[in-house]
């Protein structure tokens, strides 16, 4: 399963939206955020062809598709936005 690609500014707005909706203990421990919300977090970055600098990327690796599609449509909104604005 492909992973969610989000830009650093939408994965702060969408942590902070499941931070009110979950303990803090869920985003502290991989297996629990893997059983509860259905994803584990990895942060990526690599050189993009033209720029000097190094771009960083949040890759979310899903392993439920259910889970995956849920999320992709209550955050469609965040992930369309390149500014992770709402």
Same mark, same amino acid.
């Given at each position: ?11 702060? $707005?969408?942590? $902070? ?22 994803? $584990? ?24 598709? *259910? ?13 369309? *936005? ?5």
């Amino acid at each position: 399963m492909r992973p969610v690609i989000l830009t650093v500014e939408q994965w702060k $707005t969408i942590r $902070t939206e499941l931070q009110t909706e979950h303990p803090k203990t869920v985003f502290m421990l991989r297996d629990k955020m893997k059983r509860v919300l259905g994803f $584990t977090v990895r942060e990526h970055k690599h050189w993009d062809e033209g720029v000097v600098n190094m771009k960083f990327e949040i890759h979310l690796d899903f392993y439920s598709e *259910n889970k995956r599609t849920m999320f992709l449509l209550k955050f469609s909104e965040v992930i369309g *936005n390149k500014h992770g604005e709402l």
